[in-house]
């Protein structure tokens, strides 16, 4: 049997030495993660009473292998209130409801009259001749200018942190993508699909993802230790690998302490800048292309404040700014309305994100300076004018990785490099998909794929 070691321990590491364990329990396995805590950013802290999330608040329950993660973990998924059902942008200087109808579409105050009647154009509007277009040409092809400024850039903010002018929407977003592609236009799509589903008895289809936002009780972490107490001591933690060399069928795992491990396998799990950099040596033309994956900075700050000190109800989500209104936040989130235990009695928990890939050097500035900043924002764009009672600021250097057009042949290069290496894998979120339900469900296939290919027997 051939030993396994997974270089990562995030949910992606952490989730793929699961699943292959679950299928071959005798697997040798050591998961190596470069930092004194696991879970990347998955980050909870609790402080004087407040739970915060570092990083990943949640993720939706429309994917089964999360869910089933869960189950088989013990532990017990806590969807959101149904307040953060209601979901606001910024605005022209007021919150704005999105709609959630088509009769609330039609008398919202978000978009103009023009805008609405644009967006009705859509049915009509050609398809794209380009096969990698930005979201930001395609939002403007197909729902003109004032739609994409206020919906569409926004929501690739609240997701990605991204620029939706580089974004790729076929990588991004590749259900939308195959919609255009297989009816023309999206709200054909939507007609079709609801009449179909309607035939067949199923849920009917919204224009986005779908599901409920669901976390744990206790946070997010949550699953990352309970993941942690299955693998025991097979986790390595503080041990950052430096390099990866190869001889005959056997990988050479090198480590910051100057030792080295051997195995006929390696899973490299971590971010795809820290991959380009242990495989520098290995294959230069591989590091080249991981290398080329952006992450720009972003900073998560949270603000405690008794109840009495907020003269608004925090009845929803939260809400996102459009680049347009040329505000530093990128959204907040108002915790303690989404999920319960997040704030104290008496008290609420709001979430704020800065900088992107927009403004990636405003996340990197001093804790007292990002604070601030959020404290004079939150003023303007919900009147808050008291000091906060807690404070928290997270800040990731390299955050969450872009899907930039190109995006896909990048990822042929590296999955045709990675078929001249047998035993050698990479996944995580700089490929197929950001989310934690991605990360889970492409572990779970790449699982699958290395017990098949016989690497663990």
């Known amino acids: 049997m051939g030993r396994l070691i997974i270089v990562g321990g995030g949910i992606s590491g952490l989730s793929i030495a699961y699943a292959i364990l679950e299928r071959e329990p005798s697997t040798e396995l050591l998961v190596f993660e470069a930092e004194k805590r696991a879970g990347g950013k998955i980050w909870t802290e609790r402080a004087n009473g407040f739970l915060c999330e570092g990083g990943v ?3 939706l329950d429309n994917k089964p292998k999360t869910i089933e993660l869960a189950s088989k973990l013990r532990i017990e998924p806590l969807r959101s209130n149904d307040a953060a059902r209601r979901r606001f942008v910024y605005s ?3 919150l704005h409801l999105l709609p959630e109808s088509p009769s609330a579409f039609f008398i919202s105050n978000l978009l103009s009259f023009p805008g609405k009647l644009r967006i009705l154009y859509e049915i009509f509007a050609p398809k794209g001749e380009k096969e990698d277009e930005s979201l930001a040409d395609f939002a403007r092809r197909r729902l003109g200018k004032e739609a994409y400024e206020k919906l569409i850039d926004p929501m690739a903010s609240g997701i990605y942190a991204g620029d939706p002018e580089t974004l790729s929407l076929k990588s991004c977003f590749p259900r939308i993508h195959e919609l255009e592609k297989n009816y023309g236009s999206l709200i054909r799509a939507l007609v079709k699909l609801q009449i179909q589903a309607k ?5 009917m289809p919204g224009p986005g993802p779908g599901g409920v936002l669901t976390s744990f009780y206790d946070g997010m972490e949550t699953m990352i230790d309970s993941l942690k107490n299955f ?7 503080d041990s950052r690998v430096t390099g990866i060399g190869k001889k005959g069928g056997t990988y050479a795992v090198h480590l910051s302490d100057g030792s080295k491990v051997e195995a006929e396998n390696v899973v490299i799990a971590s971010p795809a800048y820290a991959a380009a950099e242990m495989l520098s040596d290995f294959d230069r033309s591989l590091s080249s292309t991981l290398s080329e994956i952006p992450y720009p900075s972003l900073s998560v700050v ?6 009495d000190k907020v003269n608004n109800s925090l009845e929803g989500f939260g809400f996102l700014v459009p680049n347009r209104e040329r505000r530093r936040l990128l959204g907040t989130l108002w915790d303690s ?11 609420v928990l709001i979430r704020s994100m800065l900088g992107g890939a927009r403004a990636s050097e405003l996340a990197m500035r001093e804790d007292d300076r990002l604070i601030d900043i959020v404290i004079a924002e939150l003023r303007d764009v919900m009147g808050i004018g008291a000091e906060p009672d807690f404070y928290r600021v997270y800040r990731h250097e390299r955050a969450i990785p872009q899907y930039i057009v190109g995006h896909q042949s990048k990822l042929k290069k590296i999955d045709e490099t990675l078929m001249k290496y047998r035993g050698l894998y990479i996944t995580g979120n700089a490929y197929r998909g950001i989310g934690v339900n991605d990360c889970i469900e492409n572990s779970y296939k790449l699982a699958e794929r290395i017990v098949e290919e016989g690497c663990c027997r």
């Open 92 to 94: 022209e200087g007021k």
């Open 337 to 347: 309305s989404i999920f319960p235990n997040r704030a104290p009695e008496g008290y």
């Open 199 to 203: 035939k067949s008895g199923n849920m």
């Open 302 to 307: 949270c603000l405690g404040y008794r109840k």
């Open 231 to 237: 693998l025991g001591d097979r986790i390595r933690l």
């Open 57 to 59: 608040n949640g993720f």
